[in-house]
């Protein structure tokens, strides 16, 4: 039978061909699906890799002209997307083909802005699992069992990853949600924005994403210049709660403002002047 998922599947690809090609072979082979890739500039690819990519029929193949960050690819796959849903992926990462139709086709039937679904994660090239998705598996399977409203904001607001979830693509585009130019961190605040903005969600006890835990990647490198971009966007998320959440909701978010301290210990900023930083944000160490 026929399913029309009228879906656009949006991956920023950046040096790792072989894994794309893994993460392609778990899309199931549909016309309704429209798989849109975001070379940024990769460096190790020859050119018969480029040219397979770019003749590559199930897809649309864009490539930047120099590397601008895996959130200038999405931002540019969002643009060019033209189904009513879309997911997003990493192109190390890769979906489970025997769940695919069953999570998006019930996604759909549940007519939210966001559908969640709980994603699990193995080491690279083995089979061994990893705790590195279990936060958000964590929460869509609270939020599942019981909808408080402290689970709901849970998942709202805690769900730090673009990947494992559907959208509705006018949601994204009429609230113009996009992700930032950071080399890291950048889905932080776009995981925020459209968790929060969004009217209605939906989870669904399905898996259908897998994370790789890859050794070298910049989600575990931990240099001076990393963890500064990650401090200064965890402030930007502070601020964004602060001012978009009921003051209520905000004790869901207990210290925030010591943990932005402590995360700018890490990259070498100053105590005192992580507390000025808080002061003048108007932002209280401890909720």
């Given at each position: 039978?026929?399913?029309?998922?009228?879906?656009?599947?949006?991956?920023?690809?950046?040096?790792?061909?072989?894994?794309?090609?893994?993460?392609?072979?778990?899309?199931?082979?549909?016309?309704?699906?429209?798989?849109?890739?975001?070379?940024?500039?990769?460096?190790?690819?020859?050119?018969?890799?480029?040219?397979?990519?770019?003749?590559?029929?199930?897809?649309?193949?864009?490539?930047?002209?120099?590397?601008?960050?895996?959130?200038?690819?999405?931002?540019i796959g969002l643009?060019?997307?033209?189904?009513?849903?879309?997911?997003?992926?990493?192109?190390?990462?890769?979906?489970?083909?025997?769940?695919?139709?069953?999570?998006?086709?019930?996604?759909?039937?549940?007519?939210?802005?966001?559908?969640?679904?709980?994603?699990?994660?193995?080491?690279?090239?083995?089979?061994?699992?990893?705790?590195?998705?279990?936060?958000?598996?964590?929460?869509?399977l609270k939020y599942i069992h019981k909808q408080s409203a402290k689970n709901e904001n849970r998942l709202r607001t805690k769900f730090h990853v673009p990947w494992s979830k559907l959208y509705k693509r006018n949601y994204l585009i009429k609230n113009k949600i996009l992700f930032q130019n950071t080399i890291v961190s950048n889905d932080a605040l776009f995981s925020l924005k459209s968790g929060l903005l969004a009217k209605n969600i939906g989870a669904l006890d399905v898996v259908i994403y897998v994370y790789v835990s890859g050794e070298k990647s910049l989600t575990t490198i931990k240099d001076k210049h990393i963890l500064q971009i990650r401090t200064d966007v965890y402030l930007d998320y502070i601020k964004y709660l602060k001012n978009n959440l009921p003051k209520k909701q905000m004790n869901y978010h207990r210290l925030l403002g010591l943990k932005y301290i402590y995360m700018g210990?890490?990259?070498?900023?100053?105590?005192?002047?992580?507390?000025?930083?808080?002061?003048?944000?108007?932002?209280?160490?401890?909720?």
């Open positions: 039978m026929y399913i029309n998922y009228d879906l656009s599947i949006i991956i920023a690809h950046y040096n790792s061909f072989d894994k794309l090609n893994v993460l392609l072979q778990s899309i199931p082979e549909n016309n309704s699906i429209e798989i849109i890739v975001v070379d940024d500039y990769s460096t190790n690819l020859s050119n018969d890799e480029l040219d397979s990519l770019s003749n590559n029929t199930r897809l649309i193949f864009l490539k930047n002209n120099q590397t601008k960050g895996a959130g200038v690819a999405r931002n643009n060019k997307a033209s189904r009513k849903y879309v997911l997003f992926a990493d192109s190390d990462d890769y979906f489970v083909k025997e769940n695919f139709q069953k999570a998006i086709v019930a996604g759909q039937k549940l007519n939210k802005d966001i559908v969640f679904f709980p994603p699990i994660s193995y080491v690279e090239n083995t089979e061994m699992p990893t705790k590195k998705a279990k936060p958000f598996k964590t929460r869509v210990l890490k990259s070498g900023q100053s105590v005192l002047k992580s507390i000025n930083i808080l002061k003048k944000n108007k932002i209280k160490i401890i909720f």
